[in-house]
């Protein structure tokens, strides 16, 4: 019973729609432009949060982000002018994915170059070990190890 009340609790979870911050004052009247606001606000990091995008913020800051998104919309602005806008006022920072510039070359290059140069030395040190293992024979046993391991072995058969 504990079982399916569980995975009921979890269906009903999922089926929520994602919460978010945005106060009903907030909302335009024309869905398009506000579905245009909602996806600004998605791409955009809150300055207080850092992690958090300002549609997901109750920030008051972050509030006053979505309104100024808003306001440069319902102004006729195209997406990018508003991107564009905040860029220049906040800094490349406001973006939650960076654009790919001269400025932010590292950031994007830094991962995979790290994962390429890490992919070719476990390589090297599997290849190493591989061929190491293979060219050195192991020595041969001395009469002392051997009796003992004969002893062991017999010791072993009448044991099980």
Not at 39 to 61: G, K
Not at 119 to 140: E, K, N, T, Y
Request: charged fraction near 25%.
């Amino acid at each position: 019973m504990r079982r399916m009340m569980a995975v009921i609790f979890a269906l009903v979870l999922l089926g929520l729609p994602a919460v978010h911050a945005v106060q009903p004052d907030e909302i335009m009247a024309d869905p398009a432009k506000e579905a245009r606001a909602r996806e600004l606000s998605r791409e955009l990091r809150c300055m207080v949060c850092q992690n958090q995008s300002i549609d997901d913020s109750e920030a008051p800051l972050a509030r006053d982000l979505r309104l100024l998104v808003r306001e440069r919309i319902a102004a006729g602005d195209s997406n990018s002018q508003v991107i564009d806008f905040l860029v220049v006022r906040y800094g490349e920072f406001v973006l939650l994915k960076p654009r790919f510039e001269r400025q932010t070359l590292l950031l994007w290059l830094l991962t995979p170059v790290v994962l390429a140069l890490g992919g070719i030395a476990l390589w090297f040190q599997i290849r190493r070990r591989s061929r190491g293992g293979a060219d050195v024979p192991a020595p041969p046993l001395t009469s002392d190890e051997e009796a003992r391991l004969a002893a062991l072995m017999s010791d072993d058969a009448k044991s099980g």
